[in-house]
């Protein structure tokens, strides 16, 4: 009873603080957001690391290691993905790999590594192929072709595009989508194919309705009016061109709303002033989209507006203000590797300087130039590389896996041929052993039932003889009685009377208990009543909690003559004033505990009395066990089991 409770009370705990580690991640999960964001991931991602609980593990590592992506942390990127990495080799989880390789790809981003970055999206993409995640594979394509138009590989990039789209465009998935319709149109613009480059942005136009979030809706929507009229002015249609960036400078609050949308609808409205010849007009937006730029401390962008106002002072013939400018810009440029804008400046300051001066401006030029194209050659080359040994490497393994496979169906076949002639061998030996145990389990049924109705029958004659002594003989000793007090033989008489109540006690412990009108338990309850007194105290514990119908009759009669006998002895003998009496019904046995604070007895010397014996008797016949453990000055504990076996339940014997 005690290891069950003291399992039971393990159990919980480890239940409660289970359920409160899930709670606390719960909270961390919901909570995470401003500056405390990222820390609280990375403790929901250690808790279900500490829990053991896989599936919880595999969200917070994904959700950790998006965070850590958007807060530029490497390290928080690579505990993700080896967190995803292990659970991909305890689970096998495919889709935790493609998210492992997802986190690589973003760790070389940040790191400007963009071929690496380039390899872990591909293989991230084709492990989504083998899944047939469409969604993602449809992200990662994105992804890919965004690198390719950044590094001037426009054709790969159209031929991942549209490889997206087969994926993408059947599952609506629009905010993807929009995404790839304009980075086609991207990369068509830029191989001269304006007409082209203009058909997708306005598919992408058509769906950004479905957008739900507004600002990224409108800043959709000003991104591809910006797309198209740039595709008119390449095509010459600078009206068409003018129109549509006007359109766009209209919008309401734009340079407060969309600072960046707004410089550039003036830079390109600019530029067509440019084109057209109007210097004037042209410089002016060129400073007011430099000023705009200044504000957001975007030097990236500033160097475009230096290069921009250089060409047009130039052009305007005022070489002290284009020189400066280009002076500006090539250096904002270098700073942040803005190589087209270098490349730009230095062309302009080869143009704007003499001598020497000019010389040094055009030979870095051409060395500069020189070294980009033969970059934008080698990633092209390592692109299409990246692309054909991972692809050559996938149908390798899906030959050797076929070939494995027949060898495995080779081996299996031979297994399971082997395993057949030991199935057969097993059966066999299962159907003897079956009989011989059906065997004995029937014998053992029948000497059971045998016993029972033995016992059975010795309780009805227990029963006839105890009715005799109340009926017969007490009855003649009765009258008897009543002829000798009329006879004044009052001492005889009284003797008599003390011998008919001796007959009388004998007959009552001779019949046996019935329970077919009255229950076990209330029996059990009448019994207590019987014997309980102020200064002698009888407790009961587990009667009420088992189902004692389910019992035969002999193992309830058994208890109950073992209690009384019990109880009769704390009174009587070992003059006790407390009884504990426990139930407990635990897998096949029935336990019985007597507990009493009586004088107890040495149990070594004293012999068990006729009761005890008779006792032992009845409970041998059952195949239980009386275990008596007593000490002087302390009292005695009595221990009754008996098994249950199949035969307990009444309709079992019939």
């Given at each position: 009873m005690k290891k069950i409770l003291v399992f039971f009370l393990l159990f919980t705990a480890f239940f409660v603080c289970s359920q409160e580690q899930k709670?606390?991640?719960?909270?961390?999960?919901?909570?995470?957001?401003?500056?405390?964001?990222?820390?609280?991931?990375?403790?929901a991602v250690i808790l279900s690391?500490?829990?053991?609980?896989?599936?919880?593990?595999?969200?917070?590592?994904?959700?950790?290691?998006?965070?850590?992506?958007?807060?530029?942390?490497?390290?928080?990127?690579?505990f993700s993905k080896n967190k995803l990495l292990k659970h991909y080799g305890i689970k096998k989880d495919s889709f935790s790999l493609a998210k492992a390789y997802h986190f690589a790809a973003l760790n070389h981003k940040i790191k400007n590594n963009l071929d690496s970055t380039f390899y872990y999206y591909h293989k991230s993409k084709n492990i989504s192929v083998a899944l047939k995640d469409s969604a993602e594979i449809g992200r990662r394509l994105l992804s890919m072709a965004i690198i390719q138009v950044k590094e001037l590989d426009f054709l790969g990039c159209?031929?991942?595009?549209?490889?997206?789209?087969?994926?993408?465009?059947?599952?609506?998935?629009?905010?993807?989508?929009?995404s790839l319709y304009q980075t086609l149109g991207n990369a068509l613009a830029s191989l001269k194919r304006p007409?082209?480059?203009?058909?997708?942005?306005?598919?992408?136009?058509?769906?950004?309705?479905?957008?739900?979030?507004?600002?990224?809706?409108e800043k959709n929507y000003l991104n591809l009016l910006n797309n198209i009229g740039m595709t008119y002015k390449d095509q010459g249609n600078y009206k068409k061109a003018v129109s549509l960036f006007e359109q766009g400078l209209r919008t309401d609050s734009l340079e407060i709303k969309y600072p960046k949308n707004y410089q550039s609808f003036l830079g390109n409205l600019s530029s067509i002033y440019f084109l057209q010849g109007d210097t004037k007009k042209a410089i002016e937006g060129y400073k007011i989209v430099l000023e705009s730029r200044k504000k957001l401390k975007n030097a990236y962008s500033e160097s475009f507006s230096h290069?921009?106002?250089?060409?047009?002072?130039?052009?305007?013939?005022?070489?002290?203000?284009?020189?400066?400018?280009?002076?500006?810009?090539?250096?904002?440029?270098?700073?942040?590797?803005?190589?087209?804008?270098?490349?730009?400046?230095?062309?302009?300051?080869?143009?704007?300087?003499?001598?020497?001066?000019?010389?040094?401006?055009?030979?870095?030029?051409?060395?500069?130039?020189?070294?980009?194209?033969?970059?934008?050659?080698r990633l092209k080359n390592q692109f299409a590389k990246i692309r054909y040994e991972t692809d050559k490497k996938e149908k390798e393994n899906t030959v050797l896996k076929t070939e494995n496979k027949s060898k495995q169906l080779e081996i299996v076949y031979h297994k399971q041929q082997r395993t057949i002639g030991r199935l057969v061998a097993a059966t066999g030996l299962l159907l003897f052993m079956s009989s011989v145990l059906f065997y004995f389990y029937r014998k053992r049924k029948l000497l059971y039932q045998a016993q029972l109705e033995r016992i059975t029958a010795r309780e009805d004659e227990r029963q006839q003889i105890a009715k005799s002594?109340?009926?017969?003989?007490?009855?003649?000793?009765?009258?008897?009685?009543?002829?000798?007090?009329?006879?004044?033989?009052?001492?005889?008489?009284?003797?008599?009377?003390?011998?008919?109540?001796?007959?009388?006690?004998?007959?009552?412990?001779?019949?046996?208990?019935?329970?077919?009108?009255?229950?076990?338990?209330?029996?059990?309850?009448?019994?207590?009543?019987?014997?309980?007194?102020?200064?002698?105290?009888?407790?009961?514990?587990?009667?009420?909690?088992?189902?004692?119908?389910?019992?035969?009759?002999?193992?309830?009669?058994?208890?109950?003559?073992?209690?009384?006998?019990?109880?009769?002895?704390?009174?009587?003998?070992?003059?006790?004033?407390?009884?504990?009496?426990?139930?407990?019904?635990?897998?096949?046995?029935?336990?019985?505990?007597?507990?009493?604070?009586?004088?107890?007895?040495?149990?070594k010397i004293n012999k068990k009395g006729i009761g005890l014996q008779n006792l032992q008797e009845r409970i041998e016949e059952l195949n239980g066990t009386l275990d008596i453990k007593s000490e002087v000055g302390v009292g005695t504990l009595t221990t009754i089991q008996i098994p249950l076996n199949a035969w307990t339940n009444k309709n079992t014997l019939s």
């Open positions: 709670d606390s991640i719960s909270f961390y999960l919901n909570n995470a957001k401003g500056i405390r964001k990222l820390s609280y991931l990375k403790k690391n500490d829990l053991k609980k896989d599936s919880l593990l595999k969200k917070t590592s994904i959700a950790y290691g998006k965070q850590s992506y958007f807060s530029k942390d490497t390290l928080g990127l690579t159209e031929i991942t595009t549209v490889e997206g789209l087969k994926y993408v465009e059947p599952l609506k998935k629009y905010r993807v989508l929009i007409k082209e480059a203009r058909a997708y942005y306005h598919k992408a136009q058509n769906i950004v309705k479905y957008n739900k979030i507004k600002r990224k809706r290069a921009f106002l250089s060409e047009a002072y130039l052009k305007n013939k005022n070489d002290a203000l284009a020189k400066k400018h280009a002076k500006t810009g090539l250096k904002l440029a270098r700073k942040t590797r803005n190589n087209k804008i270098v490349l730009e400046c230095l062309k302009l300051l080869s143009d704007l300087n003499k001598g020497q001066e000019a010389k040094k401006y055009l030979e870095e030029y051409i060395q500069l130039n020189d070294s980009l194209f033969e970059k934008e050659r002594l109340h009926d017969e003989v007490a009855g003649d000793l009765r009258l008897l009685h009543q002829k000798l007090k009329k006879s004044n033989l009052l001492d005889e008489a009284q003797k008599l009377d003390d011998v008919k109540e001796n007959v009388r006690n004998l007959s009552h412990q001779l019949s046996s208990v019935s329970f077919g009108k009255v229950s076990f338990k209330d029996q059990i309850i009448n019994l207590v009543s019987d014997y309980f007194e102020l200064n002698f105290r009888i407790t009961v514990t587990g009667l009420q909690e088992n189902n004692w119908e389910a019992l035969n009759d002999a193992i309830n009669r058994l208890l109950y003559l073992s209690i009384r006998e019990t109880i009769q002895n704390c009174k009587k003998h070992a003059k006790a004033s407390k009884v504990i009496i426990t139930f407990v019904m635990h897998k096949n046995h029935v336990f019985l505990q007597m507990e009493d604070n009586g004088i107890g007895f040495d149990a």
